[in-house]
C-alpha cells in the first residue's frame, strides 16, 4: 500500500509539473461563461419565482355591491375555477394612486373612473372556455384572460434552461478538446523518454499516471479560476445594479452560484480533464 501511494504521489507532484497556466485561463474561460450563464439564470427565476405563474381571469363588474357577493358565490361553485379575489373599485384606484408616476394623474381625475372587479385563477387548460363563459354572465361588463403572458414566461424559461444545457455541451466538449490536444503534446514531447521508461520495465499504468493527473488538474486550476471570474463578474455588476433595482422598489442582485452548484463544477471539471486526457492517451500513447 505503501508503493502505491508512494507512487501517486510522485505522479501527482509530475503531474502538477505539466500543468499549463494558459490551458488552464483558456479552460477558466470557457467554464466561467456556463457559470455565469447558470448563476445568471438562477438570479433571475428567484424573480420570476415571486410572481405567479397562475393563469388568471380579471372580471369587471357593472352590477352593484350585493349582485357582486351574489357572482362571487357562483365563481366559487365553478369546478373551473381554483380561487377567488373581490377587489372594490376604491382599493382599485388606491393601488394605482400608489405607482410612481401616475399619483398626478389619479389626482386630475377628480372621480374613480374603475369598477368593481373578481381576480379568478383558473385551472390549467381552462383559461379560454372560462373567460367565454363569464363574458355572458349578468352583470359583467368586460373578461380579460391573463393566460397568455403566464405561457410566454413559462416558454422563456424552458428555453433558457434548453439554450444553458446547449452552451455547457458545447463548453465541456471545448474542455475536453483543449485536454486532449495538451497531453498530445505532452506525449510527442516526451516520447523517448517514454520509450526508455518501457525499456527499463515501467508498467502502462506507471507511465499514464503523470498525464491523466496533469489533464485532471488542469480543469481542475481552470474550474477554481471559472468561479473566481463569475464571483468577480458579478461583484462588479451588482455595483451598478443594485441602485438601478432599488429606483424600482426591488432589492434584486446578482447571486453566485451556492456551494453545491461550485463543488458539482469542480467536480465535473475534473472528470472532463480526466476524459480528454484518456481519450489523448489512448490514441497517441499505444
Same mark, same amino acid.
Given at each position: 500500500?505503501?508503493?502505491?501511494?508512494?507512487?501517486?504521489?510522485?505522479?501527482?507532484?509530475?503531474?502538477?509539473?505539466?500543468? +499549463?497556466?494558459?490551458?488552464?485561463?483558456?479552460?477558466?474561460?470557457?467554464?466561467?461563461?456556463?457559470?455565469?450563464?447558470?448563476?445568471?439564470?438562477?438570479?433571475?427565476?428567484?424573480?420570476?419565482?415571486?410572481?405567479?405563474?397562475?393563469?388568471?381571469?380579471?372580471?369587471?363588474?357593472?352590477?352593484?355591491?350585493?349582485?357582486?357577493?351574489?357572482?362571487?358565490?357562483?365563481?366559487?361553485?365553478?369546478?373551473?375555477?381554483?380561487?377567488?379575489?373581490?377587489?372594490?373599485?376604491?382599493?382599485?384606484?388606491?393601488?394605482?394612486?400608489?405607482?410612481?408616476?401616475?399619483?398626478?394623474?389619479?389626482?386630475?381625475?377628480?372621480?374613480? /373612473?374603475? /369598477?368593481?372587479?373578481?381576480?379568478? +385563477?383558473?385551472?390549467?387548460?381552462?383559461?379560454?372556455?372560462?373567460?367565454?363563459?363569464?363574458?355572458?354572465?349578468?352583470?359583467?361588463?368586460?373578461?380579460?384572460?391573463?393566460?397568455?403572458?403566464?405561457?410566454?414566461?413559462?416558454?422563456?424559461?424552458?428555453?433558457?434552461?434548453?439554450?444553458?444545457?446547449?452552451?455547457?455541451?458545447?463548453?465541456?466538449?471545448?474542455?475536453?478538446?483543449?485536454?486532449?490536444?495538451?497531453?498530445?503534446?505532452?506525449?510527442?514531447?516526451?516520447?523517448?523518454?517514454?520509450?526508455? #521508461?518501457?525499456?527499463?520495465?515501467?508498467?502502462?499504468?506507471?507511465?499514464?499516471? /503523470?498525464?491523466?493527473?496533469?489533464?485532471?488538474?488542469?480543469?481542475?486550476?481552470? #474550474?477554481?479560476?471559472?468561479?473566481?471570474?463569475?464571483?468577480?463578474?458579478?461583484?462588479?455588476?451588482?455595483?451598478?445594479?443594485?441602485?438601478?433595482?432599488?429606483?424600482?422598489? $426591488?432589492?434584486?442582485?446578482? $447571486?453566485?452560484?451556492?456551494?453545491?452548484?461550485?463543488?458539482?463544477?469542480?467536480?465535473?471539471?475534473?472528470?472532463?480533464?480526466?476524459?480528454?486526457?484518456?481519450?489523448?492517451?489512448?490514441?497517441?500513447?499505444?
Amino acid at each position: 500500500m505503501s508503493a502505491w501511494l508512494r507512487q501517486h504521489r510522485h505522479a501527482l507532484v509530475r503531474g502538477f509539473g505539466r500543468v +499549463g497556466a494558459l490551458n488552464a485561463l483558456v479552460i477558466g474561460v470557457a467554464l466561467a461563461l456556463a457559470v455565469g450563464a447558470y448563476a445568471l439564470i438562477e438570479s433571475l427565476r428567484s424573480v420570476a419565482g415571486r410572481v405567479t405563474l397562475e393563469p388568471q381571469v380579471s372580471v369587471f363588474l357593472d352590477a352593484k355591491r350585493a349582485d357582486a357577493e351574489a357572482l362571487a358565490e357562483r365563481l366559487k361553485r365553478d369546478p373551473r375555477v381554483s380561487r377567488v379575489r373581490f377587489v372594490p373599485r376604491d382599493q382599485a384606484m388606491k393601488e394605482l394612486a400608489g405607482i410612481e408616476g401616475v399619483s398626478d394623474l389619479v389626482a386630475a381625475l377628480g372621480r374613480n /373612473p374603475l /369598477p368593481d372587479a373578481f381576480v379568478v +385563477g383558473a385551472a390549467e387548460g381552462q383559461v379560454e372556455s372560462l373567460a367565454a363563459d363569464l363574458a355572458t354572465w349578468p352583470g359583467v361588463a368586460h373578461v380579460q384572460a391573463d393566460a397568455l403572458w403566464a405561457r410566454r414566461l413559462a416558454t422563456l424559461a424552458r428555453l433558457a434552461r434548453l439554450g444553458l444545457w446547449l452552451l455547457a455541451g458545447l463548453l465541456a466538449a471545448a474542455v475536453v478538446g483543449v485536454t486532449f490536444n495538451t497531453i498530445r503534446l505532452q506525449v510527442l514531447t516526451q516520447r523517448d523518454e517514454i520509450e526508455v #521508461s518501457r525499456l527499463l520495465g515501467a508498467t502502462d499504468a506507471f507511465i499514464r499516471r /503523470p498525464f491523466y493527473y496533469a489533464g485532471m488538474l488542469q480543469a481542475l486550476a481552470g #474550474s477554481a479560476l471559472a468561479l473566481l471570474l463569475v464571483a468577480g463578474s458579478f461583484a462588479l455588476l451588482n455595483t451598478e445594479v443594485r441602485p438601478l433595482a432599488l429606483s424600482y422598489g $426591488s432589492d434584486f442582485r446578482l $447571486s453566485f452560484v451556492n456551494g453545491g452548484d461550485a463543488l458539482a463544477t469542480v467536480l465535473f471539471a475534473g472528470l472532463l480533464g480526466w476524459l480528454g486526457a484518456h481519450l489523448s492517451l489512448r490514441r497517441h500513447l499505444d
